[in-house]
């Protein structure tokens, strides 16, 4: 019989008109590995913000050891043993790797900081986790991956008995979601109960013991699977509230031949390396590979944004020019950028301010602001990504990870295309909305033939929606893969250069 380590009892948390958790419960056992599941905005970083005392709950109890606590912040709950990685990074970006793993745990060795016994326990974490990083790197040297690795390591050294992961994946690629749960396996032997959050499925289905799932702001299953079978569809089902089977028929192709977009010769300094392709009217062309093998900045690259640029380009048979954002915007091009936190949003801004920013830089009479047909597009875009708000002049701050995602790619929706460049669009974003947001893109592209360059770092998304795919390797395509060729294993085996 598991032993109990945590229980949340009718959780009930609200900011201002908004419900986050009406009655939240969950249960974590020693050396097991709990799913915390549910849509985007479903009250999961809630509940495991107010168990380690980032908010405190409305109403409810939280029993931790067999004892009632109500932590005031996340180190009274660090001291009792419960650590969070949180979705947003908290890492100090001038401070080495080493240095931000011990920050604020650090230990004395006389009246000096024990900067050794430090080092080591970095090195004996990450050895692990990321055995090739350099602890002595600056924060602001490493990549997302890595930044994610780091935050983790954080929490693993201050040895916790509960260990919360909220979206701890999202950032990774797929080796290094592995050498995690590797380590996550080593925590559980040592008892330590984890909280796992993903949207990615296949990783609850491979790494946890029990998933519980909400749905606006409460708990509506408990699947244990000791005793019920590991069933996707069924946890799906719990989680958007419908009973149909979530449609994994592929697309059908209907691409002409007809070339809109012809690259020939790309190269940017040392990242980009000869890179030729053709994009057909109607397509959706995938680039994948591990990540950072050059994919963001061959968006960054198509979508004008390096002026050293090198390349032989045409859009419908014209020579163009790719140096600068205004000539591919001029000529149909258009970047969705992926990450919300480096790329998209005003974060105190409202959601429909949000929305209509990159429309004011292409009013064609600045004083006259259509603001009424702005806001019905805005309320529009809202229903067709489902995102939660309460309306569309809440600050984008208030929403939910998932959510401020959807703003970011929704912004960019109702414009005119020829090609629209998608960077990880769906990075974040459960599992129904993902797949709205994915099937209204298949239907402007079947509607208005446009065309679409996708870039995801989940391979799910490359294989249920792309007619091709390029893979990418050290900045140059090293596989092309089209039809029946396109599944998981293709896609791994290529990318790791050993097909
Ligand atoms: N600080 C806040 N102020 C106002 N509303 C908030 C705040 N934090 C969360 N909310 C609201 O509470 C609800 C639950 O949000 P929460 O972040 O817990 O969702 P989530 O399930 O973690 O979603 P995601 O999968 O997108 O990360 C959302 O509607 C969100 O807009």
Redesign the pocket.
């Known amino acids: 019989m598991a032993v109990l380590v945590l229980e949340a009892k009718g959780i009930k ?1 609200r ?2 008109g ?4 009406s009655d939240g419960n969950l249960r974590c056992y020693q050396g097991r590995i709990t799913g915390l599941l ?12 107010i168990i380690t005392g980032v ?1 405190s709950a409305d109403e409810g109890e939280i029993i931790y050891n067999g004892k009632s606590v109500k932590y005031r912040n996340p180190s009274e709950a660090r001291k009792d043993g419960i650590s969070m990685v949180f ?1 947003n990074l908290s890492l100090v970006p001038d401070l080495t790797v080493w240095q931000n793993i011990v920050l604020g745990a650090e230990q004395k060795n006389g009246i000096f900081l024990d900067n050794i016994h430090a080092k080591e326990l970095s090195k004996k974490i990450l050895s692990q986790l990321l055995p090739d990083l350099d602890i002595n790197k600056k924060i602001s040297e490493l990549n997302p991956g890595e930044m994610q690795i780091v935050e983790i390591a954080k929490a693993i050294s201050e040895d916790p008995k509960l260990l919360i992961l ?2 701890p994946t999202a950032a990774l690629e797929q080796a290094q979601v592995k050498s995690l749960f590797i380590s996550m396996k080593s925590l559980a032997q040592k008892g330590v109960a984890m909280i796992f ?1 993903s ?1 990615r499925l296949w990783e609850v289905m491979e790494i946890c013991d029990d998933v519980t799932i ?1 749905r606006n ?1 409460e708990n509506v299953a408990n699947i244990d699977f000791a005793e019920d079978e590991r069933d996707p569809e069924r946890i799906v089902s719990y989680i958007t509230g419908e009973t149909q089977k979530v449609s994994s028929e592929k697309k059908v192709s209907e691409n002409t031949n007809e070339v809109v977009l012809r690259i020939n010769n790309l190269n940017y300094g040392k990242i980009l390396k000869d890179i030729s392709f053709d994009l057909k009217k109607g397509e959706i062309l995938g680039i994948g590979g591990l990540a950072g093998q050059g994919q963001h900045e061959l968006m960054l690259a198509l979508a004008g944004s390096f002026p050293g640029l090198r390349c032989e380009a045409t859009i419908m048979d014209k020579k163009i020019r790719l140096n600068k954002p205004a000539n591919a915007i001029k000529n149909g091009i258009l970047l969705v950028p992926g990450d919300k936190h480096l790329e998209g949003l005003f974060l105190n801004h409202s959601v429909f301010d949000n929305m209509i920013f990159p429309k004011m830089g292409n009013q064609k009479h600045p004083l006259f602001v259509p603001f009424k047909k702005y806001r019905n597009e805005c309320e529009q875009v809202i229903d067709v990504l489902s995102i ?3 309306n569309i002049d ?2 984008v ?9 959807k703003v970011v790619v929704g912004k960019w929706l109702s414009f005119d295309t020829n090609v629209l460049l998608l960077a990880d669009p769906a990075k ?3 599992v129904g909305a993902k797949r709205d947001l994915y099937q209204f893109i298949v239907n402007q592209v079947r509607d208005t033939k446009m065309s679409v360059i996708l870039y995801a770092s989940d391979n799910e998304e490359l294989i249920q929606y792309c007619d091709r795919i390029l893979i990418m390797y050290e900045g140059q395509i090293v596989a092309t893969l089209e039809g029946d060729e396109i599944t998981d294993e293709a896609i791994v085996a290529s990318s790791m250069r050993i097909k």
């Not at 549910?38 to 913000?49: L, P």
């Open positions: 948390k900011f201002g908004v419900v986050a958790l549910g849509a985007n905005g479903s009250g999961k970083s809630t509940i495991s913000k908010y979705q909220d979206e959050t949207h909400f702001g939660k708000t309460s809440m600050p701050e208030t929403l939910s990870g998932g959510n401020q995602q974040g974003v459960d």
